[in-house]
C-alpha cells in the first residue's frame, strides 16, 4: 500500500524558511516523478514543483530561485526547501507522486502560514 506523509508546515514570518519533508511508503518513488503541489483558500491547487527519478526539476514561475526541490531515493523521501517566503506562499501543501506504471499519490497536506 502507498502512502505519503508531509511534515515540516508551520507558521513563519515572511522572510523566514521551511523545509517540508514527505516519505512515501511502498515501492513507488525510485520509479516516479515527485511533485509539491499547494492549495490557498479559496483557490485550485496548484504545481508548485517536481523532480523526475532522474533528477530533473522544474518550478513555479513565482517561487524559482526561492524553493528547492530535492529527492532521497534511499530513504524515500522528498524535500522542499523553501527561503525567502512570502504571505503569498500560504496554502496547504501537498506532495504527489506520478509514473505512467503507478499512476498518481497524494499525501493529506501541511499547512504553511507566512505572516506579513
Known amino acids: 500500500q502507498v502512502q505519503l506523509v508531509e511534515s515540516g508546515g508551520g507558521l513563519v514570518q515572511a522572510g523566514g524558511s521551511l523545509r517540508l519533508a514527505c516519505v512515501v511508503s511502498?515501492?513507488?518513488?525510485?520509479?516516479?516523478?515527485m511533485g509539491w503541489y499547494r492549495q490557498a483558500p479559496g483557490k485550485e491547487r496548484e504545481f508548485v514543483a517536481s523532480?523526475?527519478?532522474?533528477?530533473?526539476?522544474n518550478y513555479k514561475a513565482s517561487v524559482k530561485g526561492r524553493f528547492s526541490i530535492s529527492r532521497d531515493n534511499v530513504k524515500k523521501t522528498g524535500y522542499l526547501q523553501m527561503n525567502t517566503l512570502k504571505p503569498e506562499d500560504t496554502a496547504v501543501y501537498y506532495c504527489?507522486?506520478?509514473?505512467?506504471?503507478?499512476?498518481?499519490?497524494w499525501g493529506q497536506g501541511t499547512q504553511v502560514t507566512v505572516s506579513s
Open positions: 504527489n507522486t506520478r509514473s505512467a506504471i503507478f499512476g498518481d499519490y
Open positions: 511502498g515501492n513507488v518513488f525510485a520509479s516516479s516523478t
Open positions: 523532480i523526475t527519478s532522474g533528477g530533473i526539476t
